[in-house]
Nanobody
Framework: QVQLVESGGGLVQAGGSLRLSCVQS????????MGWFRQAPGKEREFVAA????????DYADSVKGRFTASRDNAKNTVYLQMNSLKPEDTAVYYC????????????????WGQGTQVTVSS
């Protein structure tokens, strides 16, 4: 069993930055591809970013490319999402997720999920 716990969300003004963290426990962290997703009220959960266990392969949604950076520290069983130049449309609950295999964008391909952390960007 894999447990994922996100933290780092909060309220920030437009143009500001936040760094989300997701700590994994239960299995060998370095075996998993890690993804970040978000869900705004009334909308479907959408892909944000993902990276392989080595960090050598990454993918970003077009809406966050150049502003968000995903990284991981396998020694700490932690994956991060650095979010810069935040916009009001980035407001959502952010989730981390884990899967075995390649980086993919489909949320249905991820096996394990955290409980989410709220990010609110004010204009």
């Amino acid at each position: 069993q894999v447990q994922l716990v996100e933290s780092g969300g909060g309220l920030v003004q437009a143009g500001g930055s936040l760094r989300l963290s997701c700590v994994q426990s239960g299995r060998t962290f370095s075996s998993y591809t890690m993804g970040w997703f978000r869900q705004a009220p009334g909308k479907e959960r959408e892909f944000v970013a993902a990276l392989t266990w080595s960090g050598s392969s990454t993918d970003y949604a077009d809406s966050v490319k150049g502003r968000f950076t995903a990284s991981r520290d396998n020694a700490k069983n932690t994956v991060y999402l650095q979010m810069n130049s935040l916009k009001p449309e980035d407001t959502a609950v952010y989730y981390c997720a884990a899967r075995m295999g390649a980086v993919v964008r489909s949320r249905y391909s991820y096996t394990y999920w955290g409980q989410g952390t709220q990010v609110t960007v004010s204009s």
